[in-house]
C-alpha cells in the first residue's frame, strides 16, 4: 500500500495542480486533470446577478462610491378631525349642487319657460317649434312659416318678458311689435296646462275676424291672397295684412293677441303721405292748366257765381288756404276735394242767356278725381 503520509500527499497535489494548468495539448496523452481548478467564492468576488426579465437590456451604473440614496420620510399622519370636516364639506357641496339642479330642471320644465319658448319660436319665423310647444297643435290654412314670416314683415316680435303666472296657469308675457309706423307694446295672457311632467299651452294660436268700413277695403290682401269671410287661426302678433298698390296702406296697427280669442278686427286704409303728396301736386297743376287756357279736358273749375259759363275762367290762382282733401275710394278711386280764390275774369250768362264779362276775386270749388294706379293724371268733376 502507498504512503499517504503528509510529505506524499502534498507532492500529489502539487503534481496534480501542475498538470491541470497546463493547456490540453501540452499534456501527454491519455492524461487527465485529476480536479478542477480552484475558485474564489468571497462575496467581493462574485460575478453580477442577470437583470430580471422583462428589464432592459442596460441598467445606468452607479458609480463605485456612490452614497445610497435617502429613505423618504413618513408623511405626517391626518388627524381624523381634518378627515371629517373634509367630508362633510364635500357632502354640503354635493347636496347644494344637486339642488340647484333640481330648481334649475323644474325652471325649464315651469309654464314660463314653456311660453317664453314659444314666443320666441314666433319671433324667429319658427312655426313648427312654435306648434310643437301646444298640447294640441292648432291646424289652418295661415299656420304656416310662410305666413308667419309675412306676420314678422309687417311687425318684428321684440323685447320678450315674462312677468308671472296668475291663478287659472295664465302666464302673464309683454312683447313688442315694431310696425313702420311706430312700436306697439303688447300686454298678452298665455293659457298653459299640466303636460306630464311639463307644460304646454292650452292654446297656440288666436281666431280673428278681419272687417272693413271704408272705400278702400277692397284694396287690402290677407297673407298675399283675398280677405278671409270667415274667422280664422292666425299666430299671435301682427296681422299678415297688406295694399295691392304701393299708393295704398293700412291704417293702424292691428294684432291679434293670444287672449284675443274670437277677437273681431276692424280695419281701414289710407293713402300713403307720398301718394296725397303726389295727388295733391297734380292738382295744382291741372287747375293752372285751366286757369292759362292749356288743359286738354273738357271741364275744367268755374267761377263761384251763380250762372258761370263752362270753361271761361283766366287768371291767377291763390295758395290754398288749406290743403286739398284726398280721399281713398272703392275700386282704387282717389278723389281730391278743395277751394281756391282766383284773381282774374270769366265770363256769366245774364237773365238772356248771353255771356256777359265778368271780373275781380272769385272762389272756386275744386273736386277731381284719380285712380291709385295713376297718381299724375286728373279728371275734373265739376265744370
Not at 38 to 66: I, Y
Not at 79 to 93: D, E, F, I
Not at 119 to 127: I, V
Not at 326 to 346: A, N, Q
Request: with cysteine.
Amino acid at each position: 500500500m502507498a504512503d499517504l503520509s503528509g510529505e506524499g500527499r502534498d507532492g500529489a497535489t502539487e503534481v496534480a495542480a501542475t498538470a491541470a494548468s497546463r493547456p490540453v495539448s501540452d499534456r501527454p496523452a491519455g492524461e487527465l486533470p485529476s480536479s478542477p481548478p480552484a475558485v474564489d467564492w468571497s462575496p467581493d468576488r462574485l460575478p453580477p446577478s442577470p437583470p430580471p426579465p422583462g428589464a432592459p437590456r442596460s441598467w445606468p451604473a452607479l458609480p463605485e462610491h456612490a452614497p445610497t440614496p435617502p429613505i423618504p420620510p413618513h408623511p405626517p399622519t391626518r388627524r381624523p378631525r381634518r378627515l371629517l370636516l373634509a367630508a362633510v364639506s364635500c357632502l354640503v357641496l354635493a347636496l347644494l349642487l344637486a339642488l340647484l339642479a333640481a330648481a334649475q330642471y323644474h325652471a325649464d320644465r315651469s309654464p314660463q319657460a314653456t311660453a317664453r319658448r314659444y314666443f320666441t319660436a314666433l319671433a324667429r319665423g319658427d312655426a313648427a317649434a312654435a306648434l310643437g310647444y301646444a298640447a294640441t297643435p292648432p291646424r289652418g290654412p295661415y299656420l304656416t312659416a310662410t305666413v308667419l314670416r309675412q306676420q314678422l314683415a309687417v311687425a318684428a316680435l321684440t323685447g320678450l318678458q315674462v312677468e308671472g303666472i296668475r291663478p287659472g296657469n295664465l302666464v302673464e308675457i309683454k312683447y313688442q311689435l315694431q310696425f313702420a309706423s311706430g312700436v306697439e307694446q303688447v300686454n298678452d295672457l298665455v293659457p298653459m296646462v299640466r303636460y306630464g311632467s311639463s307644460w304646454r299651452l292650452a292654446r297656440a294660436a288666436v281666431e280673428v275676424r278681419v272687417a272693413g268700413t271704408d272705400d278702400g277695403f277692397d284694396r287690402l290682401t290677407f297673407a298675399g291672397g283675398r280677405m278671409p269671410s270667415k274667422p280664422v287661426l292666425v299666430f299671435p302678433g301682427a296681422l299678415p295684412l297688406s295694399a295691392d298698390r304701393p299708393a295704398v296702406r293700412l291704417a293702424g296697427q292691428p294684432s291679434a293677441p293670444l287672449s284675443g280669442q274670437h277677437d273681431e278686427v276692424q280695419l281701414s286704409t289710407e293713402l300713403t303721405p307720398a301718394a296725397i303728396a303726389t295727388a295733391r301736386q297734380t292738382l295744382s297743376a291741372a287747375l293752372t292748366a285751366c286757369l292759362t287756357g292749356r288743359s286738354v279736358e273738357p271741364r275744367c273749375p268755374v267761377a263761384g257765381d251763380r250762372r258761370p259759363v263752362p270753361g271761361s275762367l283766366r287768371g291767377t290762382a291763390a295758395p290754398f288756404p288749406t290743403p286739398p282733401t284726398v280721399t281713398l275710394l272703392s275700386g282704387g278711386l282717389v278723389e281730391l276735394t278743395g277751394t281756391v280764390s282766383v284773381h282774374g275774369h270769366w265770363q256769366d250768362w245774364d237773365f238772356n242767356n248771353q255771356p256777359v264779362a265778368e271780373s275781380g276775386i272769385s272762389g272756386v270749388d275744386l273736386q277731381a278725381q284719380a285712380s291709385v294706379d295713376d297718381l299724375h293724371t286728373l279728371h275734373w268733376m265739376t265744370g
